[in-house]
């Protein structure tokens, strides 16, 4: 993946996803999101899994999910992925606004694009993570990288 191919962050993406023992390390295999639209496109979807589960998903922090909530984040991703699936290649999403000096109004808003093609394969990988962690009774490490 070229570094043009996602969008400028701290470490270079948006959400690191990857089962493992311990957390000293991230492995090579590990699924990155690298695209703000489609970031904020899943924290939407993902957001009540914090009053149902109590697993926060968030772009600017790590969250460690046990192996006991393991089959409650599948279900979630299940039903994002046939949710993607229904969508158009690309859509819009709302970023924000752009920021007015000193004006309390509302810049012009911000707009950048989902992708199907990209929010799939990174569910997709997500879903094999949450797998291979149940197989070997691990946790799953879902990394914010802002």
């Known amino acids: ?67 006991e909530k393991l089959p409650a984040l599948a279900t979630a991703v299940h039903s994002v992925v046939a949710q993607v699936e229904r969508q158009p290649e690309t859509w819009q999403i709302h970023l924000g606004h752009r920021f007015k000096p000193f004006s309390e109004e509302l810049g012009e808003p911000i707009y950048a694009s989902a992708s199907r093609r990209r929010l799939l394969e ?9 797998y291979l962690a149940e197989q070997h009774g691990h946790y799953l490490i879902w990394g914010g990288g802002t």
């Open 122 to 130: 990174f569910l997709r990988g997500v879903l094999g993570h949450i």
């Open 1 to 67: 993946m070229e570094a043009s191919d996602w969008d400028n962050t701290i470490t270079g993406f948006f959400f690191c996803v990857f089962a493992a023992p311990t957390p000293d390390s991230y492995p090579v295999d590990a699924v990155y999101l690298r695209h703000a639209a489609d970031a904020h496109y899943l924290e939407g979807q993902l957001g009540p899994l914090y009053e149902a589960e109590g697993i926060g998903l968030s772009s600017s922090d790590d969250e460690v999910i046990p192996y």
